[in-house]
């Protein structure tokens, strides 16, 4: 198998394929104007949304639109639990000349679908757009037999507004760039639009339109985009491999608006890689610093590449911690995943890193190929680094990246065979689906039984060694009684949670604690 992965050739992020053709789409709806727009974000099917954060696009978007005289209103059906009939009722009362639903998850793709069609039969003829990562990545597959009639390719902020002037004036549709469009059952592209070219331009993401007590921490985008090429994240599938910062200034006047009108929480940099800029953690970080901000945030970045002094600065201004992806312990899976690192540079890195601050490190099982020795090096090397949190997942194909692309070229998955629902490695309660394992199990050397104790022993493995007495020691001297009291009180929870939910994994465990 991993020959045969060697002769696919890499996936061109760049590339886009507009529909030939010259004639023009007009597509003609039951409005007079385009004045009011509603955004949905829908929940899943088995209502198990987990929210985290609050959701800084669509907010982001939504200030855009109204300062071009749009008016907004937003359900978020994920994080208030709303079913079908209540958007559609709420629809019918707020009288949208234009609906749009966000889709960036796999998981919401049959939602997504439902909501459009019991809009188009219960409301009236709306125009019904869909953005998102997972929709900018399969547009055809959203629009195909659907009521939807746009996916938004790209940046709404540069897609929509005119896409919405051409569908208030009953104009081409074909030369709005960043389109695909349902012209009568047939799925037609147009040309790629432009990026944002400067995020500072952008307003204030509006944040009036939620209810912010549901959100527990606070979503700052401090960029878009990301220079690395790893094969399962999806960052590319909108942004491609562009990477573009906002300046600190605005980051700060961001900061200050939520805790001036909604309180002060913690707030989450949710950019695909936070510190590609080091002048602007420098500066971002020194300013916390100076005017005593007093905050706590956290960030996603890497471990091999992440200055330490930076790294110092950082936790200095109130970081509380980092996650960093090392997904294996194994050269030739970091190979396949096109990580552009090696085992080594995390037996280096992660030490040194969690030495300044708090280290969760996520590793992936059931990469093309992997077997059961290439999981054992990914024990191993969790012995050896020991971060402070460690979590597993299954591998699992997001629509748009790379191994997405490989499997479908290897003929082991076929997208028009897969099931949405299921495309998550792990729910919100630490459960992995039978369904999506089995997919994991299609394309890797392990059966799903072997993948998800290996997941199980993961995050065991991971507690046990954060456990000992000399890591316990260390984490006092960096952190502190009282934060390391609360952390280590958690950790024997989740492992007490563990050890009582399967005992016979938990066992299994101490072994490979011992042995790996």
């Given at each position: 198998m991993l020959q045969i992965l060697e002769t696919i050739p890499d996936l061109d992020v760049e590339s886009y394929v507009v529909t030939p053709g010259t004639k023009e789409i007009i597509k003609k709806f039951d409005i007079s104007?385009?004045?009011?727009?509603?955004?949905?974000?829908?929940?899943?099917?088995?209502?198990?949304?987990?929210?985290?954060?609050?959701?800084?696009?669509?907010?982001?978007?939504s200030a855009f639109l109204k300062e071009k005289g749009y008016e907004i209103r937003v359900i978020d059906a994920g994080v208030h639990k709303t079913k079908f009939e209540e958007i559609i009722n709420m629809t019918k009362e707020y009288q949208?000349?234009?609906?749009?639903?966000?889709?960036?998850?796999?998981?919401?793709?049959?939602?997504?679908?439902?909501?459009?069609?019991?809009?188009?039969?219960?409301?009236k003829n709306v125009p019904i757009l869909v953005g998102g990562n997972h929709a900018t990545a399969v547009p055809e597959m959203i629009l195909k037999d659907s009521a939807i009639d746009f996916v938004v390719i790209g940046e709404a902020e540069v897609v929509m507004p005119d896409m919405l002037k051409a569908v208030e004036n009953k104009s081409d549709l074909r030369k709005v760039n960043g389109l695909c469009i349902n012209?009568?059952?047939?799925?037609?592209?147009?040309?790629?639009?432009?990026?944002?070219?400067?995020?500072?331009?952008?307003?204030?993401?509006?944040?009036?339109?939620?209810?912010?007590s549901k959100y527990p921490i606070y979503n700052i985008n401090s960029s878009r985009g990301c220079i690395f090429r790893c094969t399962y994240c999806a960052s590319g599938v909108i942004y491609k491999r562009k990477y573009r910062p906002r300046s600190a200034k605005s980051i700060l006047n961001e900061i200050d608006y939520l805790i001036k009108n909604f309180g002060k929480k913690t707030f989450w940099f949710s950019d695909d890689l936070f510190g590609q800029d080091h002048k602007f953690v420098e500066e971002l970080c020194n300013t916390l610093i100076d005017k005593k901000y007093n905050v706590q945030w956290s960030v996603v970045t890497r471990a091999t590449t992440v200055p330490l002094d930076q790294l110092k600065l950082m936790k200095k201004s109130g970081c509380t911690g980092i996650s960093v992806g090392v997904e294996s312990g194994d050269d030739q899976m970091l190979k396949v995943m096109k990580k552009d690192?090696?085992?080594?540079?995390?037996?280096?890195?992660?030490?040194?890193?969690?030495?300044?601050?708090?280290?969760?490190?996520?590793?992936?099982?059931?990469?093309?190929?992997?077997?059961?020795?290439?999981?054992?090096?990914?024990?191993?090397?969790?012995?050896?680094?020991?971060?402070?949190?460690?979590?597993?997942?299954?591998?699992?194909?997001?629509?748009?990246?790379?191994?997405?692309?490989?499997?479908?070229?290897?003929?082991?998955?076929?997208?028009?065979?897969?099931?949405?629902?299921?495309?998550?490695?792990?729910?919100?309660?630490?459960?992995?689906?039978?369904?999506?394992?089995?997919?994991?199990?299609?394309?890797?050397?392990?059966?799903?039984?072997?993948?998800?104790?290996?997941?199980?022993?993961?995050?065991?493995?991971?507690?046990?060694?954060?456990?000992?007495?000399?890591?316990?020691?260390?984490?006092?001297?960096?952190?502190?009684?009282?934060?390391?009291?609360?952390?280590?009180?958690?950790k024997t929870r989740r492992l007490f949670k563990y050890a009582i939910r399967n005992p016979g994994a938990f066992f299994k465990t101490l072994k490979i604690w011992f042995t790996a």
């Open positions: 104007s385009v004045k009011k727009i509603m955004f949905i974000i829908p929940p899943t099917l088995d209502f198990g949304d987990f929210v985290a954060s609050s959701p800084t696009n669509i907010a982001t978007i949208p000349d234009v609906v749009a639903i966000g889709c960036n998850f796999s998981t919401l793709h049959n939602p997504t679908r439902i909501i459009a069609s019991m809009i188009k039969k219960s409301y012209d009568n059952g047939r799925m037609v592209r147009t040309h790629p639009a432009e990026f944002f070219k400067n995020l500072d331009e952008l307003p204030m993401p509006d944040y009036s339109l939620f209810d912010m690192t090696t085992a080594d540079a995390y037996r280096t890195s992660v030490p040194k890193v969690k030495k300044i601050i708090r280290t969760r490190a996520f590793f992936l099982i059931g990469n093309i190929g992997e077997g059961k020795e290439n999981v054992w090096n990914t024990f191993k090397l969790i012995k050896e680094i020991k971060p402070d949190y460690g979590t597993f997942c299954p591998v699992v194909p997001l629509p748009g990246t790379e191994i997405y692309s490989q499997l479908i070229n290897m003929g082991i998955i076929n997208p028009e065979n897969l099931n949405w629902d299921k495309f998550y490695g792990i729910d919100h309660d630490g459960n992995y689906d039978d369904e999506s394992l089995k997919m994991t199990a299609s394309w890797c050397n392990l059966s799903v039984k072997q993948i998800r104790d290996y997941c199980n022993y993961g995050n065991m493995l991971s507690l046990l060694v954060a456990l000992t007495p000399i890591e316990i020691f260390r984490r006092l001297r960096r952190d502190g009684l009282r934060t390391q009291f609360r952390d280590d009180k958690d």
